[in-house]
């Protein structure tokens, strides 16, 4: 999503687009931007809250230990490295 909203605003400003092609192009990237700096700012700390309160509520027997807010990064970062882009969308 955000590759293809760099490309568009990239096409728009080296091409003959108007100016309200280029306006659309550009809030498109900022919004994108702006979707990715909210899903990291709920990451650090939804994250966190979620596993320590809910989690190993759920699942008392394994044990799960407390989460600080790098590990809910790493974990989202495996995750994201390991499913299929087909199972994330």
Known sequence: M???TFKN???TNTGTAGELE???ASNSLILALV???LFIVLQFFIGPWLWNNVLRRLFPGLK???ARWYDIVLLNL???LILPPTLVK
């Open 2 to 4: 955000l590759v293809e």
């Open 9 to 11: 605003i990239v096409i």
């Open 22 to 24: 280029k306006e659309l």
């Open 35 to 37: 979707a990715i700096m």
């Open 64 to 66: 799960l230990g407390v």
């Open 78 to 80: 495996i995750l994201t």
